[in-house]
């Protein structure tokens, strides 16, 4: 398949069955060695691999030439075969070499080594960066599973629709990039923060299984797992039960697994956000490691010490074995750590040889507590005990973030660890200025119908039909039930400090076509860069996009973002102000 009118194979292709036929091969130089002056052994190298060429009538190549290599494979000579490299046990002989395009130094190798260059210089240069072995395998696992993900969805009858680039703004809670329209001055289309609307819309419109690989681009702080853009499995269906969105959605997952790396994972399991929360103190759990948050409250009820008395809720973790290694200072550390994130403090325990508790806190706590503590929490000797009490939400924060801190191995370390975390809170705090209640996670999930009497009274108690698809601590998506009627909608949106004419003003395109007939639906959308990035065992997903931007947002080869000229913002109708300093 791979040759061509220029080469009959690929370099990493040749083995011992090759010997004696001719072939040529084309590629870059990855290394040369001289021996003497007419002998040198040229390393080809293409996205397969490298094969030693052995050239004896002297040729001038360097570094990143691109060449092509006629010659006659050949076994290599005793002592000198390679086992590390899978072509080791050949070489060519009798080639002839063409200079096909010379090449400047490259600013870095073009092997692993570069791995240590500094992000920046990398991606300055990504064309020769991607010619790396890391990169290319890293590109060819994504493009596998975004054709297993294609193959799964056809398979299960989706449809592939596209959806508009230029779109309104919506409400579904990133800053939006906005694209100023030249026709209306004054007037701007957003980036889609991803093709929400457009997707409830089709099933409106009786497409029934859409789906979509999307590009959704989101104006929010980059990091490890987040670009501004990135690609998302999108799908909807019709007239489906939230097992029928689950059940589909895994079968995709599967399938991009199985094709990454071979192993179909079992069933995705299941916990609830509320369980997610008591155990491990996040909505997106790592279950790679225990170290589970334990309830204690009870077991302080009628306590006399002060930090814990009358605490709404009081939990602990054990940091197994740690006990030694977290001096005063790692442990004021994990402190501080704490109330940064708004805790009124940290009790810590350590589990003395003799099975007593070591803390200044122990003199506060009855022979019966600290008894019961140990019971609870497992404590042996060389255990720390870290301890939370103040309200639920800030208890399972705190401890789920130094549990992470303390226990969570690398994102793409095995085994991976998939989970649906279901019944999603409907509103998540609230906002500061208006006082209303947050979306948990946009305003088009349908309310939990066990809840929805709560919906005045208690909305904070609301749950929805909403889930996310949690892989090793790292969230890969969501979706949730929709709602279908517009009256319902209309009453979130209210609850969210939306009224009826702002939602008709905003969302009227989307509201009124509701009013035709529209079906029970819901669907679900889960981050591809951050599936890629971890079954190719990649901490970033910077490394499993070919031209990322960096951190800070720009992209060091391209230079953008870059000013545009007077006179295109004035076609546009637009004036700058100057940059803050
Ligand atoms: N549009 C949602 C998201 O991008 C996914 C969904 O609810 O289907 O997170």
């Known amino acids: 398949m791979s040759a061509t009118s220029m080469r009959t194979h690929m370099s990493g292709e040749l083995r011992s069955e090759h010997i004696g036929q001719a072939v040529s091969v084309c590629g870059w130089v990855a290394s040369r060695r001289e021996h003497g002056t007419q002998l040198a052994f040229v390393d080809l190298r293409d996205h397969t691999g490298v094969v030693q060429c052995v050239v004896d009538n002297g040729v001038d190549v360097r570094s990143e030439f691109v060449i092509r290599v006629t010659g006659v494979v050949r076994a290599r000579l005793e002592g000198t075969v390679n086992k590390n490299l899978p072509t080791g046990e050949i070489e060519l002989g009798e080639c002839v070499v063409e200079i096909l395009r010379t090449a400047e130094p490259p600013p870095f190798p073009i092997d692993a080594r570069a791995d240590k260059v500094e992000e920046n210089t990398r991606l300055q240069h990504r064309y020769l960066d991607i010619r790396r072995e890391r990169m290319q395998r890293n ?34 809670g990133a800053r939006e990039f906005l694209v100023p329209s030249r026709k209306e001055p004054g007037s701007f289309y957003a980036l889609p923060q991803s093709p929400q609307l457009f997707k409830q819309l089709l099933m409106v419109a009786g497409i029934d299984r859409y789906y979509q690989i999307a590009r959704c681009l989101r104006d929010e702080d980059l990091r490890a797992d987040r670009q501004y853009e990135f690609m998302q499995l999108d799908a909807e269906m019709s007239f489906v039960s939230q097992d029928d969105v689950l059940e589909a959605i895994s079968e995709a997952v599967m399938a991009a697994a199985e094709a990454a790396t071979g192993e179909r ?3 995705i399991e299941r916990i609830t956000w509320h369980d997610a929360m008591n155990r491990f103190g996040v909505d997106k759990p790592d279950l790679r490691f225990g170290m589970e948050l334990t309830e204690l409250t009870d077991a ?95 208890t399972c924060e705190v401890l789920g973030t130094l549990r992470n801190d303390l226990g969570r191995p690398p994102v793409w370390q095995g085994p991976y660890r998939y989970v649906w975390v279901t019944e999603f809170p409907l509103f998540i705090g609230r906002n500061k200025e208006t006082g209303k209640p947050k979306p948990g996670h946009h305003p088009f999930c349908r309310p939990h119908p066990d809840d929805l ?31 279908h009627e517009s009256d319902l909608q209309r009453r979130v949106f209210n609850a969210l400090g939306i009224s009826d004419e702002e939602a008709d003003k905003k969302f009227g395109f989307f509201l009124r076509p509701f009013e035709y007939g529209a079906p029970p639906h819901g669907g679900f959308a889960f981050g591809i860069d951050r599936l890629v990035a971890i079954l190719a065992g990649e901490e970033n997903i910077r490394e499993v996009i070919a031209f990322p931007k960096t951190q800070s947002g720009s992209d060091p080869m391209t230079n953008a973002p870059t000013p545009p000229s007077p006179s295109q913002l004035a076609e546009l109708g637009i004036r700058t102000l100057p940059a803050k300093v």
């Open 139 to 172: 590109l060819r696992v994504r493009a596998k599973v975004n054709s297993a993900i294609r193959r799964a969805m056809e398979a299960q009858d989706f449809v592939e629709v596209e959806t508009p680039m230029l779109v309104p703004s919506t409400p579904e």
């Open 265 to 267: 994972p079992p069933a």
């Open 300 to 394: 302080f009820a009628s306590t006399e010490f002060k930090a814990f008395a009358g605490a709404a809720s009081i939990k602990g973790i054990n940091a197994s074995g740690k006990a030694e290694e977290m001096g005063r200072n790692k442990l004021d550390g994990l402190t501080d750590r704490a109330k940064k994130i708004g805790a009124k403090g940290l009790v810590w325990l350590k589990v003395g040889a003799d099975g007593s508790l070591d803390s200044p806190v122990a003199k506060f706590l009855s022979a019966d507590e600290q008894a019961e503590l140990l019971r609870r929490l497992a404590g042996v000797p060389g255990d720390l005990i870290l301890i939370v009490a103040d309200d639920w939400e800030m």
């Open 453 to 483: 009497d709560k919906f005045e009274t208690d909305p904070m108690a609301v749950r929805a039909l909403a889930y996310d698809l949690v892989l090793n601590g790292w969230e890969l998506g969501s979706g949730s039930i929709r709602i």
